[in-house]
């Protein structure tokens, strides 16, 4: 049997997927490449020559080629005759203009802020500690809120990360029997504008550090729903603010602790109204790894070495719930905005 399982991992497919794990970090660096010198932009609708990128973001000729090739065979451009490239429908989720960009998402994931913690991966795994405190002397987000660049990359990030979502949530529950929801942990306010556009009746607030609504007053004013939606600055570890009839949760929870989440479930409990709701949407895993993709278990890991949170299965969602006096009614799969779920939670 030892002898079948050693023939198996040194099958060529066996070799080729741990090499191509071990070349994961210097895939992402391409991108982050990519992202910073304006490929996607400067090819436009091309095709182009690697010549004209080169100019165009102020590169030397054959270095500028190798990128491009890099990118091509990663699947983002197309070399059509040699050092002519254009935009594949993935690769222009890299420029900034597209709808469904991706590049504050791709600059923000691929900064040091993130990835300098997984390095030390190994060491929380062996002792559970924050790598990220330990390596940058403090904790994530004391981190972003002392350098505003980053902050503000942060914040633009989560927002790409929200559009998804928020294309699908809106019709995906029943709002119209509610008359206000408070998007606590809302950031930019890119999945309460969403909310609020399909569903007319509702008034709405976004609730978050000062730092985490920065861009949310331009999101507001770029919907038209200024008069409909106010920010509020507070702490969730604090208090949550009163007056909503749903409290809506979107990765937040696996920012943290099952302590800290329970504080934050807690507090929302504490201003729900009787036929009240919360609303949390996060991936959820499943009890056994199935065919579900890496995605949610390397961001698992993320939280691990950069924020000290976690990726829950519904029995961790139910467990934290009932220890903060909520119970779940019901989890949904959003199947078009995958891997979220909608866990919808009443009280106890």
Known sequence: MMNTEVRAAQTPAGR?????????????????????LDVVELIGDGPRTAAEVAAGAGTAHQPMTRLLRALSALGLLAEHTPDTFSVTPAGALLG???????ASFVRMFTDPAIVRAWEHLDSSVRTGEIAFDSVFGTDFFSHLARHPALSTDFNAAMSQVASE????????????RFASVTDVGGGSGTLLAAVLETHPGLAGVVFDTADGIAQAAETLARHGLEGRCSLMAGDFFQSVPRGSDVYLLKSVLHDWTDAQAVTILRHCREVLPPGGVVLIVEPVLPEVVGAEGEGTYLSDLNMMVNVGGRERTRADFEEVCRRAALRVTSVTPLAEA??????????G
């Open 16 to 36: 080729e997927l741990v090499v191509r794990l071990a070349f994961g970090s210097m895939a992402a660096h391409t991108l982050r490449a990519a992202v910073r």
């Open 338 to 347: 995958a891997p979220y779920f909608l866990i919808e939670v009443m009280a």
């Open 165 to 176: 979502t928020a294309a699908v949530l809106p019709r995906a529950y029943d709002f119209s």
């Open 96 to 102: 900034t203009g597209h709808p469904a960009s991706l």
